[in-house]
């Protein structure tokens, strides 16, 4: 997407004195957004961060110290990504309370400047909220994100009120649904070592499920994560206790010695099972031999008879 897209932040000037008044504007920007309540402040600081990070803008000493600013504002702020999980699930709720109404009742809550929510308006608003969020690497938006794991919409093909996700005639939906949208922010979210490693453009179902695996894994306790470049484990509630943490390295040993375990039985029984048929051809050849000796040895004794 271009930078100068409508609504985008301006470009960073070459010229160095310009570029310093580009940030000088952005951290002014920033420190008004700063005093705002939290249900501002969090779309206002995300908007600017995700157009940093997903539009073309040079990449200068000044863009990534905004960056920077930017994502420590908004990881400091509890909720900064169950605010976006309430929005469309409100969004929702909304949908499919208005899909009921009559047309008449439709048009008056226009008329006495009610919202009306709108199928199209809330698929959209759900996949920017969803990609947004791959920007802002914590433990509450991997939560957030698992939590959409599971969410069935749109994998039928289907909206939130039941319509085809394709206009007539197309060959592909719009939107992606909210569980293809998380997994493609988990993927992007920085997290070492992910359970599913041929990421390869579209979205997969066998990809969504491994992602689902895993969240399961962490709220069980099974399992924890740490973030690339961070030394910090997390767990469900976020940064693991050293008992939990203990807890996962026992448990990750344990099934690492009973696959080792199993790994040798079978491979032992695969030995013994190739000894045991080498085995049979040596066994017969002695009796062939055998049998071979004493036809030897009667002939011999009646060729002897015969010529006495």
Known sequence: ??????????????????????????????????????????????????????????????????ISILEADLLSIPGHAKYYQDKIEEMRA?????????????????????????E???????ESALRTLRYMPSAETVAVLGHFLNDPEGRDGKTAIGTSRRAPGDD??????????????????????????????EITPEEIDSW??????????????????????????????????QHVERDRKRDEERETGHRKSSTAAETGATTTVAAKPLSIAGILAAFALVGGVVWYYLRGRRAA
Do not use: C
């Open 212 to 245: 689902k695996d895993w969240w399961n894994q962490v709220k069980e306790g099974k399992r924890t994560y740490r973030f690339i470049g961070s030394k910090v484990e997390y767990g469900l509630d976020g940064p693991a206790t050293k008992e939990v943490i």
């Open 94 to 118: 909304g949908v499919l309370a208005d899909s009921k109404k009559s047309a008449a009742e439709i048009i008056r809550m226009q008329s006495n400047g009610e919202k009306v929510f709108w």
């Open 172 to 201: 592909f939906d719009p939107h992606p649904s909210n569980a293809e949208a998380a997994t493609s922010s988990l993927r992007e979210l920085g997290i070492e070592s992910p359970p599913f490693r041929d990421s390869k453009g």
């Open 1 to 66: 997407m271009a930078v100068n897209a409508r609504g985008a932040l301006p470009e960073i000037p070459e010229d160095g004195a310009a570029a310093q008044l580009w940030r000088q504007r952005r951290i002014a920007t920033i420190s008004a957004i700063r005093q705002k309540q939290d249900s501002e402040k969090i779309p206002a600081l995300a908007e600017m961060l995700h157009q940093l990070k997903s539009l073309g803008y040079r990449d200068t000493t000044e863009k990534a110290e905004i």
């Open 120 to 126: 199209p308006e809330y698929s959209s608003y759900a």
